[in-house]
């Protein structure tokens, strides 16, 4: 991200983003590349925008005896407030994170995700 400082272009680090590492289905993690690559996104902003959809819907059906067998590890960045309104709504539902991230995926709007570029959009100081 840049910020825009007395005329003065600076690059800065979104402090409101943190990384994070999960677990997730190597077949859903693959379909994920290829929406990405096809919607100009990164997996990452996928997966964020299914959190959110997912936590407006309020509501979830999982299955514990179908959790995939191939999950494999997978680190991104969320949106601190995001990720822990996603975590205490897994503990809500008795699920594991993994769980709710795999399940969020069918709550993805791809017309609703933020593009590669955004980035490295420009804020202006004050914002």
Avoid at 35 to 52: H, I, P, R, S
Wanted: aromatic share 10%; glycine share 4%; net charge positive.
């Amino acid at each position: 991200m840049w910020k825009l400082v007395n005329g003065k272009l600076l690059q800065t680090i979104d402090t409101s983003r943190i990384k994070y590492k999960t677990r997730i289905s190597k077949a859903l993690l693959d379909d994920l590349k290829i929406m990405a690559d096809k919607n100009n996104t990164y997996v990452g902003y996928l997966l964020e925008n299914g959190f959110e959809n997912i936590l407006k819907e309020n509501a979830i059906t999982f299955d514990k005896k179908n959790r995939p067998k191939d999950r494999v590890e997978f680190r991104t960045t969320c949106d601190k407030e995001l990720l822990e309104r996603l975590k205490k709504f897994a503990k809500d539902h008795q699920l594991n994170l993994n769980d709710v991230i795999e399940a969020s995926v069918a709550y993805i709007n791809t017309n609703d995700v933020k593009q590669e570029s955004w980035r490295y959009r420009v804020e202006y100081e004050g914002e």
